[in-house]
């Protein structure tokens, strides 16, 4: 039997329109990228972890934390400029944003900040495409006009060489 709970996301702002949503292949966490008139574009990322919660030996309730935005992280927003990829790192709590102004901005589990990704002032159109090889030693990105290809080296963590 399956049993399937349907939760309602908690925006930072509540006239955001959802348009991506990635959920992470290993971890218990989703990204949602929105745009919303007062805040523009944004991307959150959430929590989707169900806690046990036991009240008594023969009652067991759960307290479902799914949808909540995680906490100690500034979040990107752009007043005009919508997210339009998003990719998980195939093993790593590592989040990649494509923008529609050409950006990408990487976040990685423990820092606090969206971080911009060195060398992708080459994209002048929308990001369109996001990828990590399968084990996540390289990132590749696409845009939507000029079909700029880069490929990017994660060295360690924190630390992403252009290759070409």
Known sequence: MTLFFDTKVQFL???????IVVFHKNEL???VAGYGENRGGSVTIFDDTVRELNF????????FQ?????R?????????????S????????????????????????GKREFLPIQGSGYHKSPVMLIDFSEQGSRLVTADSVR??????????????????
């Not at 702002?13 to 348009?19: Q, R, V, Y």
């Not at 100690?72 to 339009?84: L, Y």
């Not at 998003?86 to 093993?91: G, S, Y």
């Open 13 to 19: 702002d509540n006239e955001t329109i959802s348009t």
């Open 29 to 31: 966490i989703f990204a």
């Open 56 to 63: 008594s030996l023969w009652k067991t309730l759960l307290n």
């Open 66 to 70: 799914q949808g909540e935005p995680l």
């Open 72 to 84: 100690d992280i500034t979040f990107p927003n752009h007043p005009v400029s919508q997210a339009t």
């Open 86 to 109: 998003l990719c998980f790192h195939p093993q790593k709590q590592i989040l990649i944003s494509g923008w529609e102004n050409g950006e990408i901005f990487a976040w990685i589990q």
């Open 147 to 164: 079909h700029i290809i880069k490929i990017y080296y994660f060295i360690i963590e924190s630390l992403i060489h252009l290759l070409f």
